[in-house]
């Protein structure tokens, strides 16, 4: 990460792989391709990984806002899209975290407060390895997609000026 990061940074986790948990990728590459045909590109990071461990507590530093997306399951809606606060309630491993923990790792090891934090989970059904993205998920997606937007849009307008 460079000394002057973009004021947001965006983490989708997933595995492309594995049927519907490519959610969070396919999300993530579709707002990369959006913030490219317009002017706020720099405003925005762009991070994926397989799951979020406590190291990418580090991707927070600097940032006025961040985004986690990922895919779920028991849902109710397509899609959910709410803020989220840090808990450091103990976990049974550190190999993959929930939102809530890396925003809790950040306090801990920055000694400071995150930056404001969303979560976009997005409903996913088939997660077997080696299958594409269901048609219900991709039904989900495009309920998330105008979601997404609309959370980048709402930051970019709100942005304070990069020192």
Known sequence: MSAISPPFVVLA???PSRGDDALGPLLLARLADWLQAGPM???????????LQIEHALDLQGRQAVLFIDAGVGMTQAFTLAAV??????AHSSHAIPPAAVLAVYRQIVDSEPPPASVLCVQGNAFELGEGLSPRA???LEQAWGALQQWCLERAAAARPVP
Do not use: V
């Open 85 to 90: 606060d840090p808990d450091d309630t103990p």
């Open 138 to 140: 991709a039904d989900n």
């Open 13 to 15: 986790c997933g595995n």
């Open 41 to 51: 590109a720099e405003r925005f990071e762009l991070l994926e990984d397989f799951q």
